[in-house]
């Protein structure tokens, strides 16, 4: 679009000459930004503006969304904080989070979700929502998803305690039964779990988790949640796949299931990663073998794959240090998401179009979420600036997460983030935080209420 010098606009912020990734593939224009939402892109010349970006050489990606995001807030804070954990979000160029439900208390009540709104409300740097957990008391679960910033229902048939465990069919195809948005389903069989966790005793290898938690706790539970949702007629969303067998099953559930992979089930693999890094490989579900990794790349490829998520689960080195299994399962990851993705963009198994969509409109579409994951006119202006160019080596020293460590230390990667711009405010300049903690409840196109005009 090109302006006349008599009516140059005024923008609040403007991005001059960065090579765009729009909806309809990369161009090099100009973006201004005006009430925190694009309004205009095109040729803005003549365009005056508070505060100007300078893009030229950069590229310009609609703001990251992490969809699995363990902020460890009431309860953990030794872990994470909600403060801490969004710096390294939009550090790494995330501008939105969903917030997973196991803390303590867990995020299964109205009071608790308000609760934790109400923290991220005054320590957030980015915006966010948090998931309600699904548990035993299911009844209120259809009014308590529709209130504002909540993310919709987590559903864990695995891996967490009691009051967070649907593991039985029953409990399962109620949990389906209430409520209409989209259900995030961790899948593991719990029964499977705990007949072979005599493989794993005190002192086992810590590569022995992956024969534990082996693809058929991974693929019984993904078919079993397929078959019930199909029952109640219930969408959900798989999320983290691990394995060959669970791409299959979701290539032929795309009417009715969405789908993620983390980064590090397509970065590492075992039994490398385990030699290599220890229990700091140990999450849920298990990394597996290449042969697994390469079947998730295929996904990726075939379009089975919706979005790519972090899984960010932070711990303390002391926590991980402990003897298998008594150690921990997980590893921080939303600071280091984009930077991961980009190298592999880098090493030409996706392009910059793809990994947009799976780090920002595949998780927005997903989840519904109202103004979010694109550059258009009218939508949020979320913005990352990355410089493709860079070369960086990630260090524990850049992770910002009170577990101060991450597994792709020592890891060379092509391309970084520089600036990271939330609702037109710029957080992050030349890597470091400049703006100010403006982080907001996000909105979802399918919670919102008609309201009277």
Same mark, same amino acid.
């Given at each position: 679009m090109a302006w006349s010098k008599a009516l140059a606009p005024h923008f609040d912020l403007l991005v001059r000459g960065g090579t765009c990734v729009l909806h309809r593939g990369l161009a090099r224009v100009d973006l201004g930004v005006l009430g925190g939402r694009v309004a205009a892109i095109g040729e803005l010349e003549t365009a005056s503006a508070t505060q100007v970006l300078d893009a030229r050489r950069l590229h310009v990606l609609p703001g990251v969304i992490d969809t699995q995001v363990h902020l460890r807030e009431p309860g953990f804070e030794a872990k994470e904080t909600i403060r801490s954990g969004t710096e390294g979000a939009v550090l790494g160029g995330v501008t939105s989070v969903l917030e997973l439900p196991d803390t303590r208390p867990p995020t299964t009540t109205a009071a608790a979700l308000e609760d934790k709104i109400s923290r991220a409300r005054e320590r957030s740097w980015c915006d966010f929502a948090c998931f309600l957990g699904a548990s035993h008391e299911v009844d209120e679960q259809s009014r308590l998803e529709r209130l504002p910033g909540c993310a919709g229902v987590a559903v864990y048939m695995s891996g967490q305690p009691r009051q967070l465990l649907v593991d039985d069919d029953?409990?399962?195809?109620?949990?389906?039964?209430?409520?209409?948005?989209?259900?995030?389903?961790?899948?593991?069989?719990?029964?499977?779990?705990?007949?072979?966790?005599?493989?794993?005793?005190?002192?086992?290898?810590?590569?022995?988790?992956?024969?534990?938690? %082996?693809?058929?706790?991974?693929?019984?539970?993904?078919?079993?949640?397929?078959?019930?949702?199909?029952?109640?007629?219930?969408?959900?969303?798989?999320? !983290?796949?691990?394995?060959?067998?669970?791409? &299959?099953?979701?290539?032929?559930?795309?009417?009715?299931?969405?789908?993620?992979?983390?980064? !590090?089930?397509?970065?590492?693999?075992?039994?490398?990663?385990?030699?290599?890094?220890?229990?700091?490989?140990?999450?849920?579900?298990?990394?597996?073998?290449?042969?697994?990794?390469?079947?998730?790349?295929?996904? &990726?490829? %075939?379009?089975?794959?919706?979005?790519?998520?972090?899984?960010?689960?932070?711990?303390?080195?002391?926590?991980?240090?402990?003897?298998?299994?008594?150690?921990?399962?997980?590893?921080?990851?939303?600071?280091?998401?984009?930077?991961?993705?980009?190298?592999?963009?880098?090493?030409?198994?996706?392009?910059?179009?793809?990994?947009?969509?799976?780090?920002?409109?595949?998780?927005?579409?997903?989840?519904?979420?109202?103004?979010?994951?694109?550059?258009?006119?009218?939508?949020?202006?979320?913005?990352?600036?990355? %410089?493709?160019?860079?070369?960086?080596?990630?260090? %524990?020293?850049?992770?910002?997460?009170?577990?101060?460590?991450?597994?792709?230390?020592?890891?060379?990667? !092509?391309?970084?983030?520089l600036a990271t711009v939330l609702r037109g405010q710029v957080l992050v300049r030349d890597g470091q935080l400049v703006g100010e903690q403006d982080g907001a409840p996000i909105r979802f196109a399918d919670a919102l209420r008609m309201v009277a005009l």
């Amino acid at each position: 679009m090109a302006w006349s010098k008599a009516l140059a606009p005024h923008f609040d912020l403007l991005v001059r000459g960065g090579t765009c990734v729009l909806h309809r593939g990369l161009a090099r224009v100009d973006l201004g930004v005006l009430g925190g939402r694009v309004a205009a892109i095109g040729e803005l010349e003549t365009a005056s503006a508070t505060q100007v970006l300078d893009a030229r050489r950069l590229h310009v990606l609609p703001g990251v969304i992490d969809t699995q995001v363990h902020l460890r807030e009431p309860g953990f804070e030794a872990k994470e904080t909600i403060r801490s954990g969004t710096e390294g979000a939009v550090l790494g160029g995330v501008t939105s989070v969903l917030e997973l439900p196991d803390t303590r208390p867990p995020t299964t009540t109205a009071a608790a979700l308000e609760d934790k709104i109400s923290r991220a409300r005054e320590r957030s740097w980015c915006d966010f929502a948090c998931f309600l957990g699904a548990s035993h008391e299911v009844d209120e679960q259809s009014r308590l998803e529709r209130l504002p910033g909540c993310a919709g229902v987590a559903v864990y048939m695995s891996g967490q305690p009691r009051q967070l465990l649907v593991d039985d069919d029953e409990l399962l195809l109620r949990v389906l039964g209430r409520g209409h948005r989209r259900l995030s389903v961790h899948c593991e069989d719990e029964a499977r779990v705990l007949a072979r966790f005599a493989l794993v005793e005190a002192g086992a290898e810590p590569s022995a988790h992956a024969q534990w938690r %082996d693809v058929d706790v991974a693929a019984r539970a993904t078919q079993r949640l397929l078959g019930l949702a199909r029952r109640a007629g219930r969408r959900v969303h798989l999320m !983290h796949l691990s394995s060959a067998e669970e791409c &299959v099953l979701a290539a032929h559930n795309r009417d009715l299931a969405t789908t993620g992979v983390t980064v !590090h089930h397509l970065t590492l693999s075992a039994p490398g990663c385990y030699e290599r890094l220890g229990t700091r490989a140990q999450l849920l579900p298990p990394i597996r073998d290449e042969a697994h990794a390469a079947a998730l790349w295929q996904a &990726v490829q %075939d379009g089975v794959i919706d979005l790519v998520a972090s899984d960010h689960s932070p711990h303390s080195l002391e926590d991980k240090r402990r003897e298998y299994p008594a150690s921990p399962a997980g590893a921080p990851g939303v600071q280091t998401l984009l930077p991961v993705m980009l190298e592999h963009v880098h090493a030409g198994r996706l392009g910059l179009t793809h990994l947009t969509e799976l780090l920002a409109n595949g998780p927005a579409r997903a989840y519904s979420m109202a103004r979010k994951g694109r550059i258009a006119v009218g939508l949020d202006a979320d913005l990352c600036l990355v %410089d493709l160019a860079a070369e960086r080596t990630i260090e %524990d020293s850049w992770i910002v997460s009170r577990s101060a460590w991450t597994p792709y230390a020592g890891m060379r990667v !092509h391309g970084w983030p520089l600036a990271t711009v939330l609702r037109g405010q710029v957080l992050v300049r030349d890597g470091q935080l400049v703006g100010e903690q403006d982080g907001a409840p996000i909105r979802f196109a399918d919670a919102l209420r008609m309201v009277a005009l």
